[in-house]
């Protein structure tokens, strides 16, 4: 049984399209997260939602926009996609984001921009 | 911004041989987390540990904390094939819930 589970793996895709990635952990975790991993392998940290609730909201640019419509599930979806945006995304989820814990990530989605 | 920065980003070495790594941050921190990333896959946590702790380990993990130079250090004994892979440090700063800002990363192969 997968824990955290995206989809899909790969996107490519035009610049100037608008995607979504899914994400579900099936941990019964309160606390999801979306990372972004560039091409030096930095990771970074995107959003972080706590039972539906947004808590944390890095300074990313607002054509990134999470949905949550269950505390499983955190989606993220990108409008007008730039070449910049061509990299490893990352899905994680944690017991609690309150509390230091350690997180469990998916096996990420690899964006490509054409 | 990037909380810490990982010594060496590069390892290679011989199977059975011992693997040493460092990260340094630079706020206070709750604790610092180590992860394992294999070539195409998520992170794989391996060892949290606290900044009241000195020192943890987990099989042949050993991992140790000296808060007063902002460093962490990962130890691999008797290394195998299979534990070539990236490792991260993350951090937790104070007051930060879990919220996880890591370093670049080490890429250590092992060769057989």
């Known amino acids: 049984d997968t824990a955290v589970s995206q989809t899909p793996k790969y996107l490519v895709t035009q610049m100037g399209n608008d995607k979504s990635i899914k994400c579900e952990q099936n941990?019964?975790?309160?606390?999801m997260y979306w990372y972004k991993q560039d091409s030096k392998k930095f990771l970074k940290i995107m959003f972080s939602y706590n039972n539906k609730e947004l808590i944390i909201n890095e300074t990313v640019p607002n054509r990134f926009s999470p949905k949550s419509p269950d505390k499983a599930h955190l989606n993220l979806h990108i409008n007008s996609l730039e070449l910049g945006d061509s990299a490893v995304y990352f899905c994680?989820?944690?017991?609690?984001?309150?509390?230091?814990?350690?997180?469990?990530f998916g096996d990420g989605t690899r964006l490509s921009i054409l | 911004s990037q909380q810490g920065e990982e010594d060496p980003q590069a390892l290679s070495i011989q199977e059975g041989e011992n693997a040493t790594m460092n990260c340094s941050y630079k706020?206070?921190?709750?604790?610092l987390q180590w992860y394992r990333q294999n070539s195409g896959r998520g992170l794989v946590h391996l060892i949290l540990i606290r900044s009241n702790e000195r020192e943890k380990h987990s099989g042949r993990l050993r991992v140790t904390l000296d808060t007063s130079k902002k460093s962490s250090s990962l130890l691999i004994t008797a290394s195998r094939a299979a534990d070539t892979a990236s490792y991260f440090c993350a951090t937790v700063a104070t007051a930060a819930g879990n919220k996880l800002t890591f370093g670049g990363g080490t890429r250590v192969l092992v060769k057989p």
């Open positions: 941990l019964g975790h309160d606390t």
């Open positions: 994680a989820s944690s017991q609690d984001g309150t509390r230091p814990q350690p997180q469990h």
């Open positions: 706020t206070s921190i709750n604790n």
